[in-house]
């Protein structure tokens, strides 16, 4: 089959991208051997994490094949999402139900013309069970003038990939049902005031939106109105915060204006 030069574009980029992936990795691979630059490498997880880590629980899964895999997997990822900026039109892919006894499409979560904002996450990701009482803060704050959704996809950290230590225990989905089990695992730990879906197992909605490992949205109708950076570093939930404290005092004047 022929590539055309979207695709060949892509490959290069990813190939490129994993060369210099690589070439990092060796680099920091060399100053965790020194103990008196590994400061550096903690300062640096500190800003990619953005919440507090011990140490001990990611230090050895460092720079390992595991982390390379799945670094490589996101930089695919980025590259192939449909949805690049806001503006863009919003894929409507179809999700589960975490009970498994419903299907549905992602766009069926917002009622009328109301935002909806999207959640992309899964439970082995620490940053995102650091921050869900901040997400489900907005979501009590806002549920008047907007929807939410969290949407369960591949794990970030699996036992059986790049694991951390003292992490939740959660293999890498084999099948929908083990999605099912994990996305169960997160509801019955946080009680969530917002609907929980799967995403199939084809990833689909994943791949359109690149939402592994967390990442956050705002739709409307059909379009993207935010779309939020991949996290965890660009994981803001505040900068969703402030879109929807906008958009509700718009939609009060403009309210008041039509009575």
Request: glycine content about 4%.
């Amino acid at each position: 089959m022929l590539l055309n030069w979207s695709d060949i574009s892509v490959l290069v980029k990813y190939y490129t991208g994993s060369l210099v992936l690589l070439l990092a990795f060796i680099i920091c691979r060399l100053v965790q051997l020194f103990p008196c630059a590994q400061w550096i490498l903690v300062e640096l997880m500190k800003k990619i994490a953005t919440v507090k880590m011990q140490q001990e629980d990611y230090w050895q899964s460092l720079f390992t094949r595991p982390m390379f895999d799945s670094m490589r997997s996101s930089i695919l990822l980025e590259l192939q999402k449909s949805v690049r900026e806001a503006g863009d039109s919003a894929p409507d892919s179809h999700v589960f139900a975490v009970d498994g006894r419903s299907r549905h499409q992602l766009l069926d979560f917002s009622e009328g013309n109301r935002p909806l904002v999207i959640n992309f996450c899964s439970w082995t990701c620490p940053v995102f069970r650091a921050r869900v009482d901040q997400f489900l803060s907005i979501v009590g704050e806002f549920s008047d003038v907007a929807d939410f959704l969290t949407v369960y996809v591949e794990e970030a950290h699996p036992c059986d990939g790049w694991a951390f230590k003292n992490n939740v225990t959660i293999p890498k989905h084999q099948t929908l049902e083990q999605r099912f089990a994990a996305a169960q695992v997160m509801l019955d730990t946080v009680a969530f005031d917002c609907p929980i879906v799967v995403d199939n197992m084809g990833d689909t909605t994943n791949k359109a939106y690149a939402g592994m490992p967390i990442r956050l949205f705002i739709l409307k109708g059909r379009n993207v109105e935010y779309a939020g950076g991949v996290g965890p570093t660009f994981y803001n939930l505040n900068e969703v915060k402030e879109w929807l404290q906008s958009y509700s005092t718009t939609n009060q004047k403009n309210t008041r204006h039509r009575a």
